[in-house]
């Protein structure tokens, strides 16, 4: 979305000193933001259900199996898959199950940048603590990060179920053989892509929920 | 806050466009006066390190990196208490019933700090904090589900967005902020009625240092029956009169 406001107030910046223009327009901003951010979620969430229920179904499986989850991304990303392995381990309701987020340790982080390079901080991790029952999900809004996509060929060639969530048209993330199930955002604002990973996230989360509690009642 | 709030009512019902914008233009403030943001989260530190990270690394090219913090820790007041500064801000991301975040949100008075509460579910009363910044989900199936499908994370990214369109108005920038005193008015803030204090030391039987958002201050607490450092007191002519609860 265009930023009205650029070109809102061509007279001397300096001079001004009336905040109320500013202020009508910053709110109305902020309301514009609110309903691209809504809509965004809404028409992305109906377009990828099919996706979502696919991806929410092997994990599921996996979850049966004993299987674990791993979640990573870069800067804001990377608090998003923190926000991710905190809903499936800590959940508002249903059952807790196992999820890490790869971002989280510092000391390890630093380890791996320093000796091995950043483009392997996730997969060494993968490496030393995944297997074959295992889940990947990785979040990036370009679906381009160098780190992500050597953990999902990690991820593959270990045999864990990989998930992809990525933006504008999903990258090298969307072409990736090693990415199972790619879920995108198709927006080109970095922000509204992050809140929309985070509502495909939610939705992966109360799929997953809702598919084992039909299967306990199942039984 | 009011007469911001005045500027942007127009007859229309408020909604969250209002107060994020007075928010956004206060925080630009304490930007260009040399402020700091802290972040806290302390139910759930990734969105104080998603928020910091936003400010100190844009993620538009050409937009300034910015002053912001996260602060993990158990009890952060603790913490903040060291290293806030009058002129910083606090930003929270947390429930409205947080002990922990409304500890730091009460004594931030007495540190100078301007205050930013951000959250879903239930809301903490209206004047814990300069500015609150809500999710209205009085629709959801259940009170709190904005904190993880993004609808909260949407508010501090629209802060952001906005704090930097201030920063295409440096004539805003300088005015004063409008929760200190600066028109000659009288403002519950300032006056003498009853300044907010943290007690830091103690310096004799009746003397103590004082924690105010000027600075720190040697105050008299005769009339009062024991004061411990951490305690909030009002005060009144240089003399505690009284302890907060």
């Known amino acids: 979305m265009t930023e009205r406001t650029d070109f809102l107030y061509p007279f001397i910046e300096a001079d001004e000193r009336d905040a109320g223009a500013l202020l009508i327009d910053l709110a109305e901003s902020a309301?514009?933001?609110?309903?691209?951010?809504?809509?965004?979620?809404?028409?992305?969430?109906?377009?990828?259900?099919?996706?979502?229920?696919?991806?929410?179904?092997?994990?599921?499986?996996?979850?049966?199996?004993?299987?674990?989850?791993?979640?990573?991304?870069?800067?804001?990303?990377?608090?998003?898959?923190?926000?991710?392995?905190?809903?499936f381990i800590e959940p508002p309701w249903g059952r807790?199950?196992?999820?890490?987020?790869?971002?989280?340790?510092?000391?390890?982080?630093?380890?791996?940048g320093n000796d091995v390079g950043f483009d392997l901080v996730f997969s060494r991790q993968l490496m030393a603590h995944a297997g074959s029952d295992d889940i990947a999900i990785g979040l990036s809004t370009s679906g381009n990060s160098r780190n992500l996509l050597n953990a999902f060929t990690e991820a593959a060639n270990r045999g864990m179920l990989t998930i992809g969530i990525a933006g504008y048209s999903g990258g090298e993330m969307a072409q990736s053989r090693h990415v199972k199930h790619c879920l995108m955002v198709n927006s080109d604002s970095v922000h509204r892509i992050q809140e929309t990973q985070a509502a495909l996230g939610f939705a992966l989360w109360r799929d997953v929920q809702a598919r084992m509690a039909n299967e306990e009642n199942g039984r | 806050m009011t007469a911001m709030a005045e500027d942007l009512r127009g007859g229309r019902d408020v909604d969250i466009?209002?107060?994020?914008?007075?928010?956004?233009?206060s925080l630009a403030r304490r930007f260009a006066g040399g402020g700091t943001l802290w972040c806290i989260a302390p139910e759930w530190p990734e969105h104080a390190r998603h928020v910091a990270v936003e400010f100190v690394h844009p993620v538009l090219v050409g937009k300034r990196a910015l002053?912001?913090?996260?602060?993990?820790?158990?009890d952060p007041a603790v913490v903040l208490r060291s290293?806030?500064?009058?002129?910083?801000?606090?930003?929270?991301?947390?429930?409205?019933?947080?002990?922990?975040?409304?500890?730091?949100?009460?004594?931030?008075?007495?540190?100078?700090?301007?205050?930013?509460?951000?959250?879903?579910g239930e809301?903490?009363?209206?004047?814990a904090a300069d500015h609150i910044l809500w999710v209205d989900d009085d629709d959801d199936e259940q009170k709190g589900l904005a904190v993880h499908d993004g609808r909260m994370v949407l508010l501090y990214h629209v802060l952001w967005e906005l704090t930097h369109v201030c920063f295409e108005h440096p004539g805003l920038l300088a005015a004063t902020d409008e929760a200190e005193c600066g028109d000659g008015e009288v403002c519950i803030t300032c006056s003498d009625e009853g300044r907010l204090g943290e007690v830091i030391a103690t310096n004799g039987p009746s003397s103590f240092s004082v924690r105010t958002a000027r600075g720190v201050e040697m105050i008299d607490t005769m009339i009062l029956d024991a004061v411990a450092p951490g305690d909030l007191v009002l005060i009144h002519a240089g003399v505690a009169i009284a302890v907060l609860p």
């Not at chain 1, 196992?98 to 340790?105: F, I, K, T």
């Open chain 2, 123 to 127: 809301p903490p009363t209206a004047r």
């Open chain 1, 31 to 87: 309301r514009g933001k609110a309903a691209a951010s809504a809509e965004l979620r809404r028409v992305t969430l109906e377009q990828s259900a099919t996706a979502v229920g696919a991806a929410a179904a092997a994990m599921t499986d996996r979850f049966a199996r004993g299987g674990r989850l791993f979640v990573f991304g870069n800067g804001g990303s990377s608090t998003d898959a923190a926000s991710l392995a905190a809903l």
């Open chain 2, 67 to 74: 002053p912001a913090v996260s602060v993990d820790a158990s």
């Open chain 1, 96 to 112: 807790p199950l196992p999820a890490r987020n790869l971002v989280g340790d510092s000391a390890v982080l630093t380890a791996l």
């Open chain 2, 83 to 120: 290293l806030v500064r009058s002129g910083d801000v606090v930003l929270a991301v947390s429930s409205g019933d947080s002990s922990s975040t409304l500890a730091v949100m009460r004594r931030a008075e007495a540190w100078g700090a301007m205050t930013i509460w951000i959250g879903a």
């Open chain 2, 17 to 25: 466009g209002d107060p994020l914008a007075i928010a956004a233009l």
